[in-house]
C-alpha cells in the first residue's frame, strides 16, 4: 500500500505493561505482519518512567526499532490512531547514531491552494534524545527517517556515534486491548468499548479493507476526521498480505 509507514531495518521488538497478562495494549498500523509482544524490561520500563514523567500522562506500549546504518530507514506517514487515547501524545527516544526526522504537510493542503508550498522540517534527533508527537501535529504533518547516503567522513561525531547504529522506542498510550488468549478485542478502537463487551477479533475480509482505506485517509487527509473514520470501532488483528501488498 502506498504511502503506508515502513521501516526497513532489523530487529523490531514491543514492549508493553504486563499487567498481569489479563490483557495487553495491541497498536494497529499497516504492516504484514504484528511483532510478538514482551512485557517492558527493567531498562525500557525505566526510559517509560521518564517518558512519563515529561508528558505528564501514562504510556503503555512501545515500538522498539533498530536502524542498522544509513540506508535503514522509515517512509514518510502519519501515526495511525486508532488505538491511540484520544488527546494523548506520542514520543521517540533516541539511542545512538544521531538521525533526522522530516516533517512535511500532507500533500492536500495545495491540492486546496496550488500556490502553497508544502511546509519541510528536519528535525535532527541526538543520541537520549526525545521527540514529542502531538496528534494534532500528527494529523497535519507526515514524518520519515529517510535514509542518509552521505560518506561516513562528510557525517559529524554524533552521526558516526555508535557506528552509525540508532535505536528508537516509541512510547505510545494505547486504549485498545486484545484478551490473554488474543481471541477478544476492546477498547477505544474496537467494536466492543469496555472489557465486557469484548468482541472475537476479525482476520482479513471486508473488515481489514476499510480499516486499510481509513488508515490511508490518515496519510493523506489534512483535516483526517477521526470519528468518521475510526468511531465505530474495528475488530480487525492481521491483514491478509494480499489485501496489505
Ligand atoms: O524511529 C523513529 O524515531 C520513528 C519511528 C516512527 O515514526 C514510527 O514507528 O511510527
Ligand atoms: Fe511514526
Redesign the pocket.
Known sequence: MEGK?V?IGTAVVVSHLASAYLSFPIYR?PADESPQLHPFSPTVSLIRQRVENALGHPVNHV?I?H?RNGADY?SE?S?KTIDVVRGSK?V???LGAQ?V?TLRTKKDVQAEAPSTQRSYQRIP?PHNSM?V?GLETNAKWL???RTDKRPEKTKSDAERFENGE?I???FRNIGTFLSADQARIYGQGAKGKTKEGARPVVRGGSDAEKLIVAFGNENHQSDFDWDENYGEGSDVLHFSPAINA
Open positions: 509507514g521501516l498500523h515500538l526499532q536502524y522509515i506517514h501515526d506520542i521517540n527516544v533516541s538521525r526526522m534527533l521527540f508527537l514524518h520519515a527517517i540508532r528508537s522506542l516509541t
